[in-house]
């Protein structure tokens, strides 16, 4: 019997679900008696691999209902089944047709499953996310602060200090869950080490970036977003440009490598040099993130605390 590959588009309400090569095709509610039904049939069908794309967290209670049962899960990148489905000709976006391309993806590509985080990986990752959300309200409220009428300035600081409160409570929460785990209260006490490394940057690696320390500095670069990519053709050589990689993590790292320029000398003399041989700046600062990224790499790969004799070189 051929290998099956199973499809899934989520929507809030609704499983649309696509069985390839076969051409079956189902809805079902998303909810448990869903989840039940489609557990059941596909225990029948005993597919090679179940295909979803990454929707927000819309696709966790799936995920976590069918790997409970023991079949292989893949969360993909919408991005990428999209390009997928154009290449196959397929320009037409429906419930439908998305299941079914998911399913093709996951015969062609066959991208790997990985294992869900477990319950205090997903808890930090909610309230870093939860945080990020705080920290965006905060920066609105403020401007509005800026431009509102006298009238209305009291409300905005009201809740604005409701804000800071709840932020404060959200990073209390987050140093706390961090130091009731052993393993994450090691890691923080390496990266913390760093000069330029502070307490967001140490908690966003440890709930966003759990791979660091696993992969080659190419790969954990690629991942977060800061190699440089060629953009050559023929005689043209084009100019190298880092792309995707997961944002919330990019972002941190670019503040701690600000920081670091100033107070980390590693990284100073690095970004100094570059600069001295032409490269503009946005360029230098990548690259010192880059470097700042594969240092905290290895430091987590070893456990081993900051040591600028031995980073520098």
Request: net charge positive.
């Amino acid at each position: 019997m051929d290998k099956q590959f199973v499809g899934i588009d989520l929507s809030k309400a609704h499983l649309d679900v696509a069985l390839h090569p076969q051409t079956q095709q189902w809805k079902l509610s998303n909810d448990e008696a869903g989840l039940a039904t489609l557990s059941q049939y596909l225990q029948q069908q005993k597919p090679s691999l179940i295909v979803l794309e990454a929707t927000g967290g819309l696709e966790r209670p799936v995920v976590k209902a069918l790997v409970k049962v023991g079949f292989q899960v893949a969360v993909v990148n919408p991005r990428h089944v999209r390009h997928f489905a154009k290449a196959k000709g397929l320009l037409a976006k429906t419930d439908n047709l998305d299941a079914k391309v998911l399913a093709q993806y996951g015969e062609s590509i066959k991208p790997e499953p990985r294992p869900l985080p477990d319950e205090q990986t997903q808890q930090l990752k909610d309230l870093l996310a939860r945080r990020r959300q705080l920290v965006e309200m905060l920066k609105a409220e403020k401007n509005r602060k800026g431009r509102a009428h006298p009238t209305i300035i009291y409300q905005i600081q009201t809740h604005i200090d409701w804000l800071e409160q709840r932020l404060k409570n959200i990073e209390q929460k987050i140093e706390k869950l961090q130091k009731n785990n052993r393993i994450w209260h090691k890691k923080a006490d390496v990266l913390q080490s760093v000069p330029g490394v502070g307490p967001v940057t140490c908690a966003t690696i440890l709930g966003d970036l759990p791979e660091l320390g696993s992969l080659s500095h190419k790969q954990i670069s690629a991942l977060v977003g800061v190699a440089p990519f060629n953009r050559d053709s023929g005689r043209w050589k084009g100019q190298r440009v880092v792309w995707g990689g997961r944002k919330q993590v990019r972002s941190v790292l670019y503040m701690s490598t600000i920081s670091a320029i100033n107070c980390n000398e590693v990284i100073r003399q690095f970004y100094e040099r570059l600069i001295a041989t032409g490269k503009p700046y946005k360029v230098a600062v990548v690259a010192c993130m880059r470097k700042l990224l594969v240092i905290l790499n290895a430091m987590i790969k070893h456990l081993m605390p900051w040591q600028p004799r031995v980073c520098s070189i």
